[in-house]
């Protein structure tokens, strides 16, 4: 396993095929202050050919408190536009990067700790997690991208009712909100992302790629057009020699059935 401490407030260790991208600004409950967000954006463009999923956390007891707040005070309208901005480009290389990315919380997903939680593409949440946007009692609006990210998880309507009231949500309520697809023991959400990430690992690329680049356009589209989209996607994913390899292996009796799970 490689380790790189990018910065104090970055590492990246490389599991397998798998990166794990962790906050290690835990004094400062890994605010994300301006340095920090380029690096994130860094990581996520360059990551090689062979990562194959990556995992996102948050050293300490939090997953992260959002925007540091200490860098708001000086910003004029334009500076601000370009901030968020930046925020955008960053979370944009964390959803729409080479791979699939799930994202292990606890503690606090707050601000723009879940606007950066929304970027992924899964969420495991362990039962100290709570979510909130404070933006609403601090006086702003979202700027990483929650005004989009956020509602496709939850509704408009439960982000407005966070906004205008402060409501926090803890661990089931989130799960149950669809901000998280899995809600794990305390101490356990990143044993079972890096599990999850895994197995995406194996996925054929085209596949993830199709989920993680096509399907959210898709979503976006008029049933019309996302129709033709997905059968272009469709048969560019079924022509790739991959994929005739893996139903021959089921026909042939060689990959696994579909199983009844286990109650979670
Ligand atoms: C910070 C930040 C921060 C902690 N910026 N320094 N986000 C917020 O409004 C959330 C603000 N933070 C909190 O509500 C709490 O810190 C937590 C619930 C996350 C954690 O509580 P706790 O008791 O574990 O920690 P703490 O004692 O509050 O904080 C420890 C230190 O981290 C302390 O600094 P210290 O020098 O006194 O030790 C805090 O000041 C510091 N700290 N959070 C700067 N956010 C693209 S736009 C996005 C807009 C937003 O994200 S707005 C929401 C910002």
Redesign the pocket.
Known sequence: MAHSPLSDDLSVDIHGAVALVCLTRS???N??NDGLIMRLRQVFEDMGPDIKAAVITGEG??FC??????ELSERDAVEGMH??RM?HKALDAVQFGRVPVVAALH??V????L?LASAAHIRVADESTFYAL??GS?G?F???G?SVRVPRLIGVARMTDMMLTGRVYNAQEGERAGFAQYLVPTGQALDKALELAQKIAQNAPATNYALTHVLPRIADQSADHGLMTESLMAAIAQSAPEAKDRMRAFLEGRAGKVQKSAVQ
């Open positions: 004094a400062k409950r605010a994300l007891s939090h408190a959002g925007l540091d707040l200490s901030h968020s925020w503690g606090a707050v601000g723009g700790g606007e404070p933006e601090r702003i979202v700027g990483g929650g």
